[in-house]
C-alpha cells in the first residue's frame, strides 16, 4: 500500500472525513482492513464495533497510539496507555477523584465564572473558545487545589488548551503543543515537588494532594495524571464552543433550557440541558477515531483479527451509524429524552463501562460543565459575527475564528 493510503495519512490530510471516505472505498462495510503507519488494522464502526473494541481480552492499549501523539495529549506513563490491574488501580483514582460531589462543586464554578465573564462584556466582541478556556482553566485549577494567582491562572488555561490543539499535527500547531506540553510537564513536577516538600499545602481531600500522596506514583507520573484532570477539563472548551453555535442555530431551544423555562423544574431543565449536550458532542465529536491492538485472535464480520494488529474505532461513524440513529444527519437533542445513551451506540469520549473498561472517567463531567455552560449561555443574547463553518479536515476542530459573538 502507498504511503498516501495509509490510515495515518488519511486521517492528517482528511480529518473527520477520513474514515468515511475510507469505508465508501470498502463498499460501506462495517470492518474493513487498512493499515496504519504500516501496521494491518481493521477499523470498525457501530455497537458490534464498539463492543469489540472494549473487550479488555481481546483488544489492549498499550502502544496502540503512536507515542509522537499518545505522550503530547496524555504525556508519558499516563493512564490511558495501560491495561489490565494497573489500568484498574489508577482508573480507580481518577473514578475518586471525580465523584458526583466533585463534579457538582467544580461545575458550578464553572458557570460561576462564565457567568461573571459574559456579564462583564455584554455589548462587546468575544471569542467564545477563548472565554471557554479560560473560564474553565480557572475553575479547574482552584478546584483541583492548584493555588495560583488570578493571573497565573489566566496564562495556564491557553497553555493547557494549546497542548490539546496540536495532537492531530495539523501546521504548526504541533510543535507548538509540544513546546506547551514540555513547558506544563515542568511546572506540574514543580507542583508535585512543593507538596512533597511542604512548601506547597494543598487544602485536604484536594485532587493535587490525593494525586501527590499516592505512593505508587513516581512524581514525574504524577505530574502527568495531574494535568490529565487539567488539561481535559479546559478540552471541554472545544464541544462547549459548538453548543453555543448550535444554540444560536435553534433558537427554539434558548427558551426550553433557560431557568424558569415553563413546565420544567430544576430536574427536567438538567435533563433538557443534557440532552443537547449530548446532540452536540455525537454530531461534532472530539476525535475521529480511537485505537487499539488486537492481544487475541479473533473476527468481526468475516475481517479476521491477528495478534499485533491495530483496531480502529471510527467515533463518526458510530455515533453517526444510520442502524442506531434515526435521520443521523439532523440535530435532534429530543432524541436523548428520558434516554440513557447506549454505551456502545453513543461513543464521543470513547464506549463501555468506565470502571471495567477505557471510557473516560471525566465523561460525567464533561457531560455536566455542557449542561451548566448552556444554561449560561441560554441566558445571554449573542449575534454570531464569524462563519459558523469548521474545517472538518482538521483534528481538533472549532468553528471559525472560535466563534465570534457580539453580547447584547
Known amino acids: 500500500m502507498a504511503p498516501v493510503d495509509d490510515l495515518a495519512y488519511r486521517l492528517w490530510r482528511r ?61 508519558h506513563g499516563a493512564v490511558h496507555g495501560l491495561d489490565g490491574e494497573e489500568h484498574r488501580r489508577r482508573k480507580e483514582m481518577f473514578l475518586e477523584i471525580l465523584g458526583q460531589e466533585s463534579v457538582d462543586r467544580l461545575a458550578e464554578a464553572v458557570a460561576s465564572s462564565l457567568r461573571r465573564r459574559l456579564e462583564a462584556a455584554r455589548g462587546r466582541e468575544v471569542v467564545v473558545f477563548d472565554e471557554l478556556v479560560e473560564a474553565y482553566g480557572v475553575a479547574v485549577l482552584a478546584w483541583a487545589g492548584v493555588d495560583l494567582s488570578p493571573d497565573e491562572a489566566r496564562r495556564t488555561a491557553p497553555r493547557l488548551a494549546r497542548i490539546v490543539d496540536g495532537f492531530g499535527a495539523a501546521g504548526p500547531a504541533y510543535p507548538r503543543a509540544w513546546a506547551e506540553r514540555l513547558r506544563c510537564n515542568a511546572w506540574a513536577r514543580r507542583v508535585i515537588a512543593q507538596v512533597h516538600a511542604g512548601t506547597r499545602v494543598p487544602a485536604p481531600g484536594t485532587p493535587l494532594l490525593r494525586i501527590a500522596a499516592r505512593g505508587d506514583l513516581d512524581p514525574r507520573v504524577a505530574a502527568v495524571e495531574l494535568l490529565n484532570l487539567l488539561r481535559p477539563t479546559v478540552a471541554v472548551a472545544w464541544p462547549g464552543t459548538f453548543a453555543a453555535l448550535a444554540l444560536s442555530e435553534h433558537p427554539q431551544w434558548r427558551t426550553l433550557l433557560r431557568d424558569g423555562a415553563e413546565g420544567a423544574d430544576d430536574r427536567r431543565l438538567h435533563e433538557r440541558r443534557v440532552a443537547f449536550g449530548h ?38 461513524g458510530t455515533d453517526r451509524d444510520p442502524s442506531l440513529w434515526a435521520d443521523p444527519e439532523e440535530f435532534r437533542p429530543e432524541r436523548f429524552a428520558d434516554v440513557e445513551p447506549d454505551p456502545f ?38 449575534d ?25
Open 15 to 75: 480529518g473527520y472525513r477520513a474514515l468515511g471516505e475510507e469505508r465508501a472505498r470498502a463498499d460501506g462495510a462495517d470492518a474493513f482492513e487498512h493499515r496504519l503507519l504500516g501496521r494491518r488494522t481493521v477499523v470498525v464502526r457501530g455497537r458490534a464495533g464498539a463492543q469489540l473494541f472494549y473487550d479488555t481480552d481481546t483488544i489492549e492499549r498499550r502502544k496502540a497510539v503512536p507515542a509522537a501523539l499518545a505522550d503530547l495529549l496524555f504525556g
Open 279 to 316: 446532540e452536540v458532542r455525537r454530531l461534532c465529536p472530539f476525535v475521529p477515531a480511537l485505537a487499539g491492538r488486537v492481544r487475541r485472535a479473533g473476527e468481526i464480520d468475516g475481517v479476521p483479527l491477528r495478534p499485533g494488529d491495530r483496531v480502529v474505532l471510527d467515533v463518526v
Open 345 to 382: 451506540g453513543f461513543v464521543p469520549q470513547g464506549g463501555g463501562d468506565p470502571r471495567r473498561g477505557h471510557r473516560c472517567p471525566g465523561e460525567p463531567l464533561t457531560v455536566r460543565i455542557l449542561a451548566e455552560t448552556l444554561g449560561v449561555l441560554a441566558e445571554v443574547e449573542y
Open 384 to 408: 454570531v459575527l464569524s462563519s459558523p463553518a469548521y474545517d472538518a479536515t482538521r483534528i481538533p476542530t472549532l468553528p471559525d475564528r472560535g466563534l465570534v459573538v457580539r453580547l447584547r
